[in-house]
């Protein structure tokens, strides 16, 4: 079984800092990779995909890959508390057919 | 938004009953995927649809069906519905051979509740 695992947290981090997200992947043959955010009650939301090892920057949001240590990271600067929600790591699995979610983190970002 | 939609988007059905679910894809999209959401849990893949067959499976009983029309549109059903498939059923459409072609974007979602 492909599996995506992330810490649930809370990840709790005041107004202004760096909030770090963190996802590790099992199946070597997926090459692409997904950050949504989901607020309660809502439907995922694309922030970043990132398919190259590195880092790839959007705004406020880089995304770093490592595919040798099958590691997936996001970062948000300026954390506002409008950040608050659940982020969700997704890699696409080897058949390109579907997102393998992990559980998600839940980042609140206090005032 | 996304521009793909969902239909309805609340549902209560009891136990045993039967349910159809309808997704729009985004315009210019024609491959759809239809997730699963229990509550404190990631998505988890049922399955997708492209050119009218389905196109991979996740981990789900026959009872879980789908069809995808012409015009991209897609409907999942379920049978014999029990208790534990009461969750937020999420559609997701993609454009496969587009230059991003595994990007998925998710429509609004149906929450259905179980009885």
């Known amino acids: 079984q492909k599996e995506v695992e992330q810490n649930s947290g809370p990840l709790s981090v005041p107004e202004g800092a760096i909030a770090s997200l963190n996802c590790t992947y099992s199946d070597r043959g997926s090459q692409s990779f997904f950050w949504y955010r989901q607020y309660s009650g809502k439907s995922p939301e694309l922030i970043m995909s990132?398919?190259?090892?590195g880092d790839k920057e959007d705004g406020r949001f880089t995304a770093q890959l490592n595919k040798a240590s099958q590691y997936v990271s996001l970062l948000i600067r300026d954390s506002q508390p409008s950040d608050s929600a659940t982020y969700l790591c997704?890699?696409?699995?080897?058949?390109?057919?579907?997102?393998?979610f992990g559980k998600g983190t839940t980042l609140s970002v206090s005032s | 938004e996304t521009g793909v939609t969902q239909s309805p988007t609340h549902l209560i059905k009891t136990r045993g009953q039967q349910v159809t679910l309808r997704c729009s894809s985004q315009s210019g999209h024609n491959t759809v995927s239809w997730y699963q959401q229990a509550l404190g849990q990631g998505p988890q893949f049922i399955f997708q649809y492209y050119r009218e067959e389905e196109n991979g499976r996740g981990n789900f009983p026959p009872r879980f069906s789908g069809l995808q029309f012409p015009n991209y549109s897609s409907e999942l059903n379920v049978n014999a519905l029990e208790l534990d498939d009461s969750a937020l059923y999420l559609c997701a459409s993609t454009n496969r051979g587009g230059k991003s072609t595994d990007t998925q974007y998710f429509g609004p979602g149906t929450r259905l509740t179980v009885l």
């Open positions: 990132i398919y190259s090892n």
């Open positions: 997704a890699a696409v699995n080897q058949a390109g057919t579907a997102l393998i």
